[in-house]
C-alpha cells in the first residue's frame, strides 16, 4: 500500500476532529501523480475532492470507512484522520505534502520515517499556500 498524507512543520494532520488546512493544487497534484491507479480514502477526505471536480475525475477514487483494509499492495490510501490504522508493515511508499506552516494540531504523523529514504521531492505552489513540498518515501533495503 502506498500511503498519502498532509502535514504541518510538526507533522500535524488534524486539530479538534478537523483538518488543518486543503489546498485544491494539492487535490490536483495527488491526482495527477496516483495516475490511472487506485485511490482509496473515507467520506471524510472525500468531500473535499468532490466540491470542485466533475465526476469523471473521480474513476480512481475508491470511498469506504474501511479503506485501509480493503487496499491491495499498489494502491494509494488518502489518509487525514485514521492515521493510527496504519501498518508501517504493509507499505511500500509514502508520500508526504508539507503544508510549510506551523498549525496547531491534536492529531499527528506519528509514523516514523528512519528506515526510509526520500526518492524525490518537489515543491510547487498552492492555491491557498505559497509553497507545498511533495516528498516521496521508499523503505530502505534490509
Not at 95 to 100: A, E, I
Given at each position: 500500500m502506498k500511503l498519502i498524507c498532509c502535514i504541518d512543520n510538526h507533522g500535524g494532520m488534524m486539530f479538534n476532529h478537523r483538518r488543518q488546512s486543503q489546498d485544491r493544487e494539492v487535490?490536483?497534484?495527488i491526482l495527477t501523480y496516483v495516475g490511472s491507479g487506485v485511490l482509496?480514502?473515507?467520506a471524510?477526505?472525500?468531500k473535499q475532492f468532490c466540491s470542485e471536480h466533475s465526476d469523471t475525475q473521480y474513476?480512481?477514487?475508491h470511498v469506504a470507512?474501511?479503506?485501509i483494509s480493503k487496499a491491495g499492495p499498489d494502491d494509494y490510501c488518502f489518509v487525514e484522520n485514521a492515521i493510527y490504522l496504519i501498518n508501517e508493515l504493509d507499505l511500500s511508499e509514502i508520500?508526504?505534502?508539507?503544508?510549510?506552516r506551523d498549525y496547531p494540531s491534536d492529531v499527528s504523523f506519528d509514523l516514523n520515517l528512519c528506515n526510509w529514504h526520500i526518492i524525490h521531492s518537489k515543491d510547487f505552489c498552492g492555491f491557498s499556500h505559497k509553497k507545498i513540498t511533495r516528498e516521496v518515501f521508499k523503505k530502505?533495503?534490509?
Open positions: 487535490r490536483r497534484d482509496w480514502m473515507n471524510y477526505s472525500f474513476y480512481q477514487i470507512e474501511n479503506f508520500v508526504l505534502y508539507h503544508w510549510n530502505n533495503e534490509i
